[in-house]
C-alpha cells in the first residue's frame, strides 16, 4: 500500500496505517484534493496485503474542521447542479470506501471533530476520544441539510434515531462524555495517550485472525439492508469459508497445545 500521498500524512508501520490530515494551523480541513486522494487510498486498501488495520488519526490537537470554508464552500455557491452532485456524490463515495475497504478503521479523535470530520469518524469501525473532543454534524449551521454522506442512514444506528435527529436538526456539538454514554466512542482516553491506546487496540486486532476480520467488516455492512434470515444465511456462507483458513486449524492446534494461537491472515 502506497504511503507516498500529497493531501494527508500517512505511515505504515507493522502493517497499521496510520493516517491523518495535515493543516493542524487550521484544524485540518478537507478540501476537493484530500476528499479525492482519501477516497482513492481508501479503494486501493481493498488489495493491499501489507496493511491490516488503519488509525485515522488527529493533528495538532483537532481531528478534522470538515470542509475548507474557501477552498470548498466558497466555490460550491459558484457551481451548477451538475458540478455540485459530483463533488456530493465524491464525498459520499469516500465514506462508502471507508466502510468497504475491508481493514477496520479506528478514528482517533481529539478536539475539533465537525462536518465531514464527524463523517469520517461515524464512518470508522471504532472510536476513541479525549475529554477535549467536540463532535458535531453542522450541516444545518452553513443552509445544508444533515444527510450528508450517509449521516441519516449511519448515525441513527449508532445512538438511536432521537438522537442523532437532535443532532443532525440543530448542529450542535456532541460532547465527549454525550458520545461515550451514546455508544459513538468506545471510550474516552487523555490526550496525552490517545496516539497510544489507538495503537495498542490496532496491535490488538492486528494480531487476531485479519481474513476473519475483512469477514466481520463485510457482513457488518451488508446486513444492514438484509432480513434476519438474509443475515443467518450469508453469515453461515462467510463463517464456512473463514473455517477453510489457516488460521482456523493453527487456533485448533494452538487450543490442543494449550498455546496461544499465532494467525497469519490465510
Known amino acids: ?143 445544508l441539510a444533515g444527510c450528508d454522506m450517509g449521516a441519516c442512514a449511519i448515525l441513527p444506528r449508532i445512538i438511536g434515531q432521537t438522537r442523532a435527529a437532535e443532532l443532525l436538526y440543530t448542529g450542535r456539538a456532541m460532547s465527549a462524555e454525550e458520545g461515550e454514554r451514546w455508544g459513538f466512542y468506545n471510550r474516552l482516553v487523555t490526550g496525552k495517550t490517545l496516539e497510544g491506546e489507538a495503537l495498542k487496540l490496532a496491535q490488538k486486532i492486528q494480531a487476531g485472525p485479519n481474513f476473519a476480520h475483512m469477514m466481520t467488516k463485510t457482513m457488518l455492512a451488508q446486513e444492514w439492508a438484509m432480513s434476519i434470515e438474509q443475515a443467518i444465511e450469508a453469515e453461515a456462507q462467510a463463517q464456512a469459508i473463514c473455517m477453510q483458513t489457516g488460521d482456523f486449524e493453527r487456533a485448533y492446534n494452538a487450543f490442543v497445545a494449550k498455546e496461544r494461537p499465532v494467525f497469519e491472515g490465510d
Open 1 to 143: 500500500m502506497r504511503s507516498d500521498v500529497t493531501h494527508f500524512q500517512c505511515e505504515i508501520k507493522d502493517r497499521i496505517a496510520t493516517v491523518r490530515l495535515d493543516r493542524p494551523d487550521r484544524k485540518n480541513p478537507l478540501t476537493f484534493d484530500s476528499y479525492a486522494e482519501l477516497r482513492d487510498w481508501f479503494r486501493d486498501l481493498v488489495y493491499a496485503d501489507d496493511v491490516d488495520v488503519v488509525i485515522f488519526g488527529s493533528n495538532g490537537g483537532n481531528f478534522s474542521s470538515g470542509g475548507d470554508v474557501h477552498d470548498i464552500i466558497g466555490p460550491l455557491t459558484r457551481m451548477n447542479i451538475k458540478e455540485l452532485l459530483r463533488f456530493t456524490r465524491m464525498t459520499g463515495d469516500l465514506v462508502k470506501a471507508i466502510v468497504n475497504c475491508g481493514k477496520p478503521v479506528i478514528a482517533a479523535v481529539d478536539g475539533v471533530c465537525v462536518g465531514a470530520g464527524a463523517i469520517i469518524a461515524m464512518a470508522s469501525d471504532l472510536r476513541l476520544a479525549t475529554a477535549e473532543a467536540k463532535t458535531a454534524f453542522l450541516f444545518t449551521r452553513v443552509g
